[in-house]
T-cell receptor
Framework: DAGVIQSPRHEVTEMGQEVTLRCKPI?????LFWYRQTMMRGLELLIY????????DSGMPEDRFSAKMPNASFSTLKIQPSEPRDSAVYFC???????????FGSGTRLTVV | GQQLNQSPQSMFIQEGEDVSMNCTSS?????WLWYKQDPGEGPVLLIA?????ELTSNGRLTAQFGITRKDSFLNISASIPSDVGIYFC??????????FGTGTSLTVIP
C-alpha cells in the first residue's frame, strides 16, 4: 500500500491567492482527517470525514477554509484567500474508522508570503 | 477542547540510555496512541493501547495504558541515534475524538 498521499509537498504562494491541498487516503479507510501543525499550536484537527461525509468541522479556522471529499479516494482542503498566518504544515490522515489509529501522509508545507 | 499534558517537552540523552515520557489527560480516554515524527515527515504510529493496564511492546519501545485511563507512558530502552525525533501521544475520548499531546523532542547524543 502506498500509504496516505498528499500533494503538493511544498507550496509557496502570495497572500490573497487560492491554495488547494490534495489527499488520497489509504484504500478501504472510511475516515479522513485534515490537521494543521505549527510550532505554536502543535497538531490541530481541522475537519474529519466519515464515509465521505463531513462530521466535525469545528476546527476550521474561518470561512476562508473549506474541505471536500467527493469520493472515497480523494479529498481537498482549500484556502481562499490565503493569509501569511495560514503558513503551516497541513497533514491528511486516514483510518479504518474514526476511533482507530490514524495513518498520516507526509504533509504539505504551506508558506504564504 | 481536551487538554493532553505531555512531558517532558524535550530530552537530551546519551546513546544507550533509557528514555521515559508520559502523557496525562483531565478526563478518561478509551485509547492511547504513541506516534513518532521525523523532520519533514508525518507522524508514524508506534504503539496503540486499547485497554486500561495494557502493556505493549514494539521492539525497544514499551507503552502502557494507565489504570486510571487518564495517562499513558512510553519507554525506549537502549536509545540509538535514529530514535531522534518528536514523540506524540494521542488519546481517544468517549466521543471517539482524538486529541494530540504537544510532543516530546528527543535528542540522542552519540
Amino acid at each position: 500500500d502506498a500509504g496516505v498521499i498528499q500533494s503538493p509537498r511544498h507550496e509557496v504562494t502570495e497572500m490573497g491567492q487560492e491554495v488547494t491541498l490534495r489527499c488520497k487516503p489509504i484504500s478501504g479507510h472510511n475516515s479522513l482527517f485534515w490537521y494543521r501543525q505549527t510550532m505554536m499550536r502543535g497538531l490541530e484537527l481541522l475537519i474529519y470525514f466519515n464515509n465521505n461525509v463531513p462530521i466535525d468541522d469545528s476546527g476550521m479556522p474561518e470561512d476562508r477554509f473549506s474541505a471536500k471529499m467527493p469520493n472515497a479516494s480523494f479529498s481537498t482542503l482549500k484556502i481562499q484567500p490565503s493569509e501569511p498566518r495560514d503558513s503551516a504544515v497541513y497533514f491528511c490522515a486516514s483510518s479504518l474508522y474514526s476511533g482507530y489509529g490514524y495513518t498520516f501522509g507526509s504533509g504539505t508545507r504551506l508558506t504564504v508570503v | 477542547g481536551q487538554q493532553l499534558n505531555q512531558s517532558p517537552q524535550s530530552m537530551f540523552i546519551q546513546e544507550g540510555e533509557d528514555v521515559s515520557m508520559n502523557c496525562t489527560s483531565s478526563s478518561i480516554f478509551n485509547t492511547w496512541l504513541w506516534y513518532k515524527q521525523d523532520p519533514g515527515e508525518g507522524p508514524v504510529l508506534l504503539i496503540a493501547l486499547y485497554k486500561a493496564g495494557e502493556l505493549t511492546s514494539n521492539g525497544r519501545l514499551t507503552a502502557q495504558f494507565g489504570i486510571t485511563r487518564k495517562d499513558s507512558f512510553l519507554n525506549i530502552s537502549a536509545s540509538i541515534p535514529s530514535d531522534v525525533g518528536i514523540y506524540f501521544c494521542a488519546g481517544r475520548d468517549t466521543g471517539n475524538q482524538f486529541y494530540f499531546g504537544t510532543g516530546t523532542s528527543l535528542t540522542v547524543i552519540p
